[in-house]
Antibody, heavy 117, light 108 residues
Framework: EVQLVESGGGLVQPGGSLRLSCAASGFTFRSYWMTWVRQTPGKGLEWVANMNQDGSEKYFLDSVKGRFTISRDNAKNSLYLQMNSLRAEDTAVYYC??????????WGQGTLVTVSS | EIVLTQSPGTLSLSPGERATLSCRASQSVSGRYLAWYQQKPGQAPRLLIYGASTRATGIPDRFSGSGSGTDFTLTISRLEPEDFAVYYCQQYGSLPRTFGQGTKVEIK
């Protein structure tokens, strides 16, 4: 059974940092592109970043470029999202997803990030 | 960036009825790289359709997708109680990947 389990969300002040993790199991993680998607009531679903299998290709939403970094550890079957200089508009539920040529066929349950003073 | 506009915002139907959901793109989606997802309250989205018309593994054949270019449709032939949810389209023909704002299918 495929499982993606996010962790690391929480309450952080504007300007602060947070690191999200996603633990994968049940599929060949090292063979998959991986993606972070966030969801807010106001803006709906929003793709944030993705990376290829060995980390040589990474892409970001313009509004997070220079603030967020994406990384992975294939030995640990884990994906990460380092979020710096957080803003109120980054408040969302963050999902990691298996990215099959742009199709998100596996999803985690999400972790809530709240940016507020 | 390709903007996806879904209509209607809410669809009120009864079990057994047919649901037709629309997704219109601001520019042509290359290669019919359009997917549909279903999301129920408190759950992550679930992939239903990719390549505009290919059902994902385990998706019942009452779900079908069609369209190309800028106009795409998700059809649920006969609504089952478990189909009442929010549906999103998503394009993956270009970066950034983008989603529509969703159509809620609710029980009438």
């Amino acid at each position: 059974e495929v499982q993606l389990v996010e962790s690391g969300g929480g309450l952080v002040q504007p300007g602060g940092s947070l690191r999200l993790s996603c633990a994968a199991s049940g599929f060949t993680f090292r063979s998959y592109w991986m993606t972070w998607v966030r969801q807010t009531p106001g803006k709906g679903l929003e793709w944030v970043a993705n990376m290829n299998q060995d980390g040589s290709e990474k892409y970001f939403l313009d509004s997070v470029k220079g603030r967020f970094t994406i990384s992975r550890d294939n030995a640990k079957n884990s994906l990460y999202l380092q979020m710096n200089s957080l803003r109120a508009e980054d408040t969302a539920v963050y999902y990691c997803a298996g990215d099959n040529r742009g199709v998100f066929d596996y999803w985690g349950q999400g972790t809530l990030v709240t940016v507020s003073s | 960036e390709i903007v996806l506009t879904q209509s209607p915002g809410t669809l009120s139907l009864s079990p057994g009825e047919r649901a037709t959901l629309s997704c219109r793109a601001s520019q042509s989606v290359s290669g019919r790289y359009l997917a549909w997802y279903q999301q129920k309250p408190g759950q992550a989205p679930r992939l239903l359709i990719y390549g505009a018309s290919t059902r994902a593994t385990g998706i019942p054949d009452r779900f079908s997708g069609s369209g190309s270019g800028t106009d795409f449709t998700l059809t649920i032939s006969r609504l089952e109680p478990e189909d009442f949810a929010v549906y999103y389209c998503q394009q993956y023909g270009s970066l950034p990947r983008t989603f529509g704002q969703g159509t809620k299918v609710e029980i009438k």
